[in-house]
């Protein structure tokens, strides 16, 4: 099953809009955008651009927060349109921002880097390059919410390295304040907020 046969097949089968965008277990997900939000407003809040944002489930999770939702997956993004007070653009992140010039406080990515679109060879290079162009734009924090490597495995799934992820995230010990945290056996949020 490719990328676009994953997701219209999640949007298809499914009633619960959790569902529909791959998280089966409900209540799991609830606690995953309550923690990210908690993140967030721990941090001071601030403006919000949630990458592979799916159908924009997260924008009611911080309501006091403007809210920018981001994805490569059409379908989605035109369903979550009609949410107010919210704005909405198929892209990848780097595209979306620099063609709309966007000033972003928090980027937030929860579960977008772990389905990966078969176009992309080196998937581990594709993340760190995401996470680097959000990190090189955040005023405040970059929270990367995915799943680690002891996971089973199936091809189409893609699982972090918690290793190289941490080597990663060292070279910006100097410029920012980097957490992870183990929200469960196998799921994780790493967060850089910027150093003053
Ligand atoms: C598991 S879904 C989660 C959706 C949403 N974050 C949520 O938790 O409700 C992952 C989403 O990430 C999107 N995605 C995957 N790679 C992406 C990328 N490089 N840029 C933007 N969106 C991406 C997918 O299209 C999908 O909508």
């Given amino acids: 099953m490719n990328y676009y046969e994953f997701y219209e097949k999640q949007l298809s089968e499914n009633d619960n809009e ?18 990210a939000a908690d993140l967030i407003m721990a941090n001071g ?38 949410i107010k007070d919210t704005s909405f653009y198929l892209g990848t992140v780097d595209s979306v921002v620099k063609e709309h010039n966007l000033e972003v406080d928090n980027y937030v990515s929860l579960g977008a880097y772990t389905i990966i679109h078969e176009n992309i060879t080196n998937v ?58 183990i929200f469960s056996k196998y799921e994780f949020f790493l967060q850089f907020i910027l150093s003053n």
């Avoid at 965008?21 to 209540?27: F, N, Q």
């Avoid at 919000?48 to 989605?76: A, K, M, Q, T």
């Fill in 18 to 35: 959790i569902s529909k965008v791959g998280w089966h277990d409900i209540e799991k997900a609830n606690k995953r955008y309550k923690f």
């Fill in 45 to 82: 809040g601030g403006n919000v651009l949630d990458v592979g944002c799916g159908l924009g489930i997260f924008r009611s999770y911080v309501p006091e927060c403007d809210y920018i939702g981001v994805d490569i997956y059409p379908p989605y993004i035109n369903l979550a349109k009609g």
């Fill in 124 to 181: 581990e290079k594709y993340v760190f390059e995401e996470i680097s162009f959000m990190l090189s734009k955040a005023k405040k924090s970059v929270i990367i919410n995915g799943f680690h490597n002891v996971v089973d495995s199936k091809d189409y799934k893609f699982y972090h390295s918690l290793d190289s992820l941490v080597k990663f995230s060292q070279k910006y010990n100097d410029t920012h304040k980097i957490s992870l945290h």
